[in-house]
Each structure stands twice: as structure tokens, then as C-alpha cells.
């Protein structure tokens, strides 16, 4: 099958080429210029992307990376894989989906199939997505929901063994995009309406929202009685039903956790109702880099005006370099503001607005374990007695007690 992807980053990279290497002729589209070059190049930056794989689909012609919308035209696939942020005021922000509509309807003379991989809230496939492209178009195209489930850096659950929600306009959408994506997927779970399929991705990490809230809170109460958040949290972990351990952090970040509730949240504002836990659960992550800034203040004597500190790790998680809605930045903004002289230790990114990763010094005043890397070697700071906070949300031990 002739497959288009629109939107080459981490989610339509994956999705292209392992298409590709079931044997679909994948044309993956991206408006990045210098992106589209890197892949022609045969490198990429998308965790699970072997540059080996890479080659060879592009040496074979399986995988076409372009930034030409014309070469949408004769695909009998187009998935839509583009990012769904939010805009200054936390609504969604769709325009990137807008314009793959517009590509689409401008660029595309045959009877295609059109998958919206992009997270969005319930109704964006039958009321935002198909009326862009029939206003523009006469082509009877099928619509499809087949929300991303594509975690970056997970070893274990993959584009292929991830089970998928999928669901069409029509039965015969729906049949076409299962029949497509069980050419590279194991598992299909049949949604009754696009809603569905799309309201399941958004109450996914709903839940993880609520719930890191919720042990954010705890690790606030913790510290008024006097108690290790951290600890408690794995001892209630040792039960083996009904509960499922979740750790304090700064924060959330990337393009699901931080992003899909409000998408949800925005869905029930359209309806009428209100997302209450959703709500004050976005509110109590996003408050969390001011109250721990003011923990670390009142940790290092009540001012750091002029201290030394490096955070270790600066994406949003371990073994990834996307930096969207990374809680780190925000912690070294807030760091600033207090007076800190700030250095930050990430590897794997490299650099940032134009500042580059350092080494880790253990000659600073204070060190701050965000997103442990791997590639982060601790050892510097334990062998140099450096003073250290441990921020990262999760039960391991680096050589010092959380402190959250």
C-alpha cells in the first residue's frame, strides 16, 4: 500500500518506518526542513529508530521522507500524526492539524483513507477534521480515529505490542484501518464511534494526571508531619491489588500527561459541565516547581541567592531528548529568579537556547537529580560529598534520600 504519514517526529517517524518495513511504500511528509535532511541522511534523534533500519528503507525507496504535500496525492492511506498543543491560555491549539486538513483536501485526487493519529478531544475527527477537507474537496474520502499510544524510550511496550484503539466515520473506515494496522500492530480493540476512540486516549492520561497529582499532594502533606512521601508510597506498593504506585515530581512534562487532560477538560467546557479533578489536578502539578523552589530555599538556609547549582537531566524524561513542557525548565526559570548561578548536566540533549550541557561538578553548592539519565554518572557527586537533593519522580536510590 501507498502510506503517507503527515508529521515526522517521534510518533509519525516510528509509525513510517515500521510501516515501511512490513513492506507499505511510506511517504513521510514534515513542514521541518532541516528534520526532513537529517532523515534522508539516514540519522534520527526518535528513541527505538535504528539507523540501520533507516538506511535500508531509504536505500530500498520503503521510506521517503519529503517535505513536498504533493506527494500526498495517490496515497490509499493518509495518517495524521501532528502535534496537538496548547496555546497560551491552556485550550487546545489545533492549528497544525488545520493545516494537514488543508494539505490533504488541496493535495490529494483520489479516494484515500484519513487516520487521525493526533491527540485531540471527542468530535475532532467528524467536526473539525472531515468538514475542513469536504469545504475544500469533492474526493469521498474515509475518516478514521487511531489515537498514538507511542511511549519514547520504553523498552518493553512498543508501536507493535502496544494494543490500538481504532475507530471510523464509517464500518467500512473502521475495517479498512484495522485491516491496515494489523500489518504492524498485534492488537486491535474496535471502538464504537471515533468519540470513544478519542475520549480513551484523553482518560489515559487523565489518570496518570490525577494520580501524580494526588502523590504530589501527599508528598506536601508528608513533609508538614514529618515523613519520607517516598517511603510510605512503596511501603502502600507492597499491597498487591488495588493500588498502583505513583511519585511526587516537579512537575509533568511532554506532549500527553501535562497536555491531553486540558484537551479533556476543554471537551467537558464545550458540553457544559466542568472537569473538576482534572482541573485542580493540572493546577497542582503546576504548582509544584514554586513550592519545591521554596523547599530547597528554606533546605539551604533561606536564600540561594548566588549559590552554585546544576540540575542533572533536563527533558522531560529519562532516556528522551524532547524537552516539551519539561518541568526542568521552569525549575531552572524559577532557580534564576531566586538568585541561583545555574549549570545543567544533560547529555543526551546536548544543548538548549544556546547553552550547552556541562559535566557534573561536584564542587557546587547544591545538586539537583531531575531526569536521570543513564548517561549521568552520579558517582561525581558521591565521591565528591556534594550536597544533593533527589527530585526525580520514582522509587529508585541514586545515593541520596528523595526529597519529595
Known amino acids: 500500500m501507498k502510506l503517507a504519514v503527515i ?45 540501520s533500519l533507516l538506511r535500508k528503507l531509504l536505500e530500498t525507496g520503503a521510506y ?10 495517490g496515497a490509499e492511506a493518509i495518517i495524521i500524526a501532528v502535534p496537538t498543543p496548547l496555546n497560551s491560555n491552556r485550550k487546545p491549539e489545533l492549528k497544525y492539524l488545520e493545516t494537514a486538513a488543508i494539505q490533504i483536501a488541496k493535495f490529494v485526487s483520489n479516494e484515500s483513507l484519513i487516520i487521525n493519529e493526533s491527540t485531540s478531544y471527542p468530535g475532532t475527527l467528524r467536526n473539525f477534521i472531515k468538514p475542513i477537507i469536504t469545504s475544500r474537496s469533492d474526493i469521498k474520502f ?16 512498543n ?26 500492530c498485534l492488537s486491535i480493540h474496535r471502538a464504537s464511534s471515533p468519540e470513544v476512540a478519542e475520549a480513551s486516549k484523553l482518560l489515559e492520561n487523565s489518570f496518570r494526571q490525577i494520580n501524580i497529582a494526588l502523590a504530589n499532594e ?7 508531619i514529618g515523613f519520607s512521601a517516598s517511603e510510605a508510597i512503596i511501603a502502600a506498593a507492597t499491597k498487591p491489588f488495588g ?18 487532560p486540558s484537551y479533556l477538560s476543554y471537551a467537558a467546557e464545550l458540553s457544559g459541565t466542568k472537569a473538576n479533578f482534572i482541573d485542580l489536578a493540572n493546577q497542582t502539578n503546576l504548582s509544584m516547581i514554586k513550592y519545591v523552589v521554596t523547599k530547597i530555599k528554606a533546605a539551604m538556609g533561606g536564600s540561594l541567592k548566588d549559590l552554585r547549582i546544576q540540575i542533572a537531566g533536563i527533558s522531560y524524561k529519562p532516556g528522551v531528548t524532547d524537552l516539551r513542557e519539561s518541568p ?38 547544591l545538586g539537583l537529580i531531575v531526569t536521570p539519565h543513564k548517561e549521568i554518572d552520579f558517582n561525581v557527586w558521591l565521591n565528591g560529598k556534594t550536597k544533593v537533593f533527589d527530585l526525580s519522580a520514582n522509587s529508585n536510590s541514586y545515593g541520596w534520600p528523595k526529597f519529595l
Open 7 to 51: 508529521g515526522q517526529g517521534y510518533v509519525g517517524l516510528t509509525l513510517a518506518v515500521n510501516a515501511a518495513n512490513v513492506g507499505h511504500n511510506v511517504v513521510g511528509l514534515d513542514t521541518n526542513e532541516d528534520l526532513i535532511h537529517q532523515l534522508l541522511r539516514g540519522s534520527s534523534n526518535v528513541p527505538g529508530i535504528e539507523k
Open 64 to 73: 521517503l521522507p519529503t517535505n513536498s504535500t504533493a506527494l500526498l496525492d
Open 142 to 157: 474515509l475518516y478514521s480515529s487511531a489515537p498514538e499510544r507511542i511511549d519514547p524510550g520504553n523498552n518493553v511496550w
Open 159 to 184: 508501536l507493535y505490542n502496544t494494543p490500538r484503539v481504532i475507530s471510523g466515520l464509517t464500518q467500512d473506515a473502521t475495517e479498512k484501518t484495522i485491516e491496515l494496522y494489523e500489518t504492524f
Open 218 to 224: 501527599f508528598s506536601v502533606i508528608s513533609n508538614t
Open 243 to 260: 493500588f498502583m504506585e505513583f511519585f511526587p515530581s516537579i512537575g509533568v512534562g511532554g506532549h500527553c500527561i501535562p497536555v491531553d
Open 328 to 365: 526542568a525548565l521552569l525549575l531552572i526559570k524559577e532557580l534564576s529568579l531566586a538568585g541561583a548561578i545555574l549549570t545543567w548536566c544533560d547529555p543526551i540533549v546536548g544543548e538548549f537556547e544556546g547553552i550547552k550541557t556541562t559535566d557534573l561538578d561536584a564542587s557546587i553548592d
